[in-house]
Antibody
Framework: EVQLVESGGGLVQPGGSLRLSCAASGFTFSSFEMNWVRQAPGKGLEWVSFISGGGSAIYYGDSVRGRFTISRDNAKNSLYLQLNSLRAEDTAVYYC???????????WGQGTLVTVSS | QSALTQPASVSGSPGQSITISCTGTSSDVGNYNYVSWYQQHPGKAPKLMIYEVSNRPSGVSNRFSGSKSGNTASLTISGLQTEDEADYYCSSYTTSSTLLFGGGTKLTVL
């Protein structure tokens, strides 16, 4: 059974940093591209970042480029998102999602909440 | 980049059909057949319902169908059931190598 479990969310002050993790199981992690998607409270979905199976191709959404860094460790079946220079508008539930179909996400984690507030 | 445009809400009665539109531009929806649709119930993670405009993943009811014309994609749900009540989001790949989501549509089954 495919499982994605995020962790690392919490309360952080504006300008602070946080590292999110996503533990994958039930599939060959290195064979799949992975993404982070976020959802602000009561708002819609926003794509955050993409990383290819081997980690050589990486893309970011305009609102996070230069502040967030996506990475993966295929030996540990884990996906990461380093969040720096956090702003109030980064407050959201962050989901990791497997790209099982081209540019489509067939499995999602349960999400981890990041709250940026003083 | 602005989000793809979806109606904020749609409604229908059990057994009826509804269609949710998703309008983009020639840089996203109009340029690729990489439109997906997701269903999200309150407090839950999104679920993939349609990929590549009109394909259903295994396990998704054939009451759900997708199509595209020009810069607008559509999701049709036939034979509405109470459990279809949820938020629906479209997404599309873009010429900037990014992914855009729609603003979301709340479906109410009356």
């Amino acid at each position: 059974e495919v499982q994605l479990v995020e962790s690392g969310g919490g309360l952080v002050q504006p300008g602070g940093s946080l590292r999110l993790s996503c533990a994958a199981s039930g599939f060959t992690f290195s064979s799949f591209e992975m993404n982070w998607v976020r959802q602000a409270p009561g708002k819609g979905l926003e794509w955050v970042s993409f990383i290819s199976g081997g980690g050589s191709a990486i893309y970011y959404g305009d609102s996070v480029r230069g502040r967030f860094t996506i990475s993966r460790d295929n030996a540990k079946n884990s996906l990461y998102l380093q969040l720096n220079s956090l702003r109030a508008e980064d407050t959201a539930v962050y989901y990791c999602a497997r790209e099982g179909r081209v540019y489509s996400f067939d499995y999602w984690g349960q999400g981890t909440l990041v709250t940026v507030s003083s | 980049q602005s989000a793809l445009t979806q109606p904020a809400s749609v409604s229908g009665s059990p057994g009826q059909s509804i269609t949710i539109s998703c309008t983009g531009t020639s840089s996203d929806v109009g340029n690729y057949n990489y439109v997906s649709w997701y269903q999200q119930h309150p407090g839950k993670a999104p679920k993939l319902m349609i990929y590549e405009v009109s394909n259903r993943p295994s396990g998704v009811s054939n009451r759900f169908s997708g199509s595209k014309s020009g810069n607008t994609a559509s999701l049709t749900i036939s034979g509405l059931q109470t459990e279809d009540e949820a938020d629906y989001y479209c997404s599309s790949y873009t010429t900037s190598s990014t992914l855009l989501f729609g603003g979301g549509t709340k479906l109410t089954v009356l």
